[in-house]
């Protein structure tokens, strides 16, 4: 970060250091934004008008077409001012550490995760808790710490354990050569990781899924922290819990029926998941509960009913008029939520295609590119 302020500073520009750290908490600090359960709630209606989305994807062994390990991730947020025209993808060659891609913006050094040379992959998704704080690192910071010195899923356990943490955030984090992948489940205050249930595929959206007896899973209930965050009405058991994430008349949620619909998904194609299906899982737009299709820009019903995988909604106006940061330009800040960039890879071989040139992002091509050939350059 430092060095990028260096950088600045020689072109004349009035951004420093302070400015570059600020800029990578954005993440951290839009999540306790988008925290739908705050005190503040003459800002509860606007909140509630975009959803929450990145998801991700592995498949394996017997659910791939020939064994090879696929990794499928999709970044949802808002088209802010800046944001489309400033989509990096970064190719990170460290003197300490291991080779890693990822996207991100200008001036930050990592957003939500990608693979490294070591054949591991990781995806940040939010996932809000009532147990959170600034006083930790941030998810950009624990994406790039597991990208650049991750070798193995466990590395990735013991740095999301050592390092204190900020936001409620799944971590998914694969390792291709030991075929293995779990999902981290975080807070400030907890963390626990569930394991695939029965076979080679694993997945997550936002909203937690360690909850004892569900998929397998044995350990720390991490849903009860998220009960108030999103107004859910009842996690006393698996059933009502899981009835309260199908509720459509609860604006908090965060389009809980994506989860079952990448299980469909992944259900159907198992066996015989590909990278060109894999783009077609992380493509589709067909609403979880009834199978229609939806447009590119057709906006779903409401904030739990009818988000598809790759999902858009309708604009949401923050402010119709602002000055720019260290600048006399002023701008209205109205923005769509839809995917920013969309991911397909096989760790192992380096191999990755990624969409970032439209909104949606996978309404666009996806582009190949090799991991080794690039830090080969």
């Not at 993808?89 to 990822?102: A, S, T």
């Not at 259900?267 to 199978?291: A, K, Q």
């Not at 119709?320 to 002023?330: G, P, T």
Request: proline share 4%.
């Amino acid at each position: 970060m430092a060095g990028i302020a260096d950088a600045l500073a020689k072109t004349g520009s009035q951004l420093d250091l302070h400015d570059v750290l600020l800029w990578n908490t954005m993440y951290d600090s839009w999540c306790f934004f988008a925290h739908p359960n705050s005190s503040n709630q003459a800002q509860t209606f606007e909140r509630q008008k975009y959803p929450i989305g990145c998801s991700s994807f592995s498949a394996w062994g017997e659910a791939t077409r020939d064994g090879t390990f696929i990794f499928g991730k999709n970044m949802d947020n808002l088209n802010l001012p800046g944001i489309l025209e400033g989509r990096m993808l970064v190719v990170c060659d460290p003197d300490n550490g291991l080779g890693h891609v990822n996207v991100s913006h200008p001036g930050m050094i990592a957003i939500d995760g990608g693979i490294n040379e070591n054949g591991i992959e990781m995806m940040t998704q939010y996932s809000p808790s009532i147990y959170e704080t600034m006083r930790g690192c941030g998810i950009g910071v624990l994406s790039r710490l597991i990208l650049q010195n991750a070798s193995r899923v466990d590395d990735a356990l013991n740095i999301l354990t050592v390092y204190p943490r900020c936001t409620g955030i799944n971590y998914h984090v694969g390792d291709a050569k030991a075929q293995r992948a779990i999902v981290i489940e975080t807070n400030a205050k907890q963390i626990a990781f569930r394991r695939p249930y029965k076979q080679d595929i694993l997945w997550t959206t936002n909203h937690y899924n360690c909850y004892p007896g569900w998929m397998g899973y044995q350990g720390e209930n991490l849903v009860e922290g998220q009960k108030l965050a999103f107004c859910l009405k009842d996690v006393s058991s698996i059933e009502s819990w899981q009835e309260s994430l199908k509720d459509k008349s609860n604006p908090y949620l965060s389009a809980t029926g994506r989860f079952r619909q990448y299980e469909k998904l992944l259900s159907e194609l198992y066996g015989e998941i590909t990278m060109e299906s894999g783009i077609e899982i992380l493509s589709d737009r067909h609403n979880p509960d009834t199978g229609e299709l939806r447009d590119w820009e057709t906006a779903p019903k409401a904030r739990n009913d009818g988000n598809t995988i790759a999902f858009w909604a309708d604009p949401t106006t923050f402010a119709e008029k602002v000055k720019v940061y260290k600048s006399n330009l002023e701008t209205s800040i109205v923005a769509h939520t839809g995917n920013l960039w969309s991911m397909i890879a096989t760790p192992l071989n380096g191999d990755f295609r990624i969409a970032m040139s439209d909104f949606p992002a996978q309404r666009g091509p996806y582009v190949h590119f090799n991991l080794f050939e690039e830090l080969n350059r």
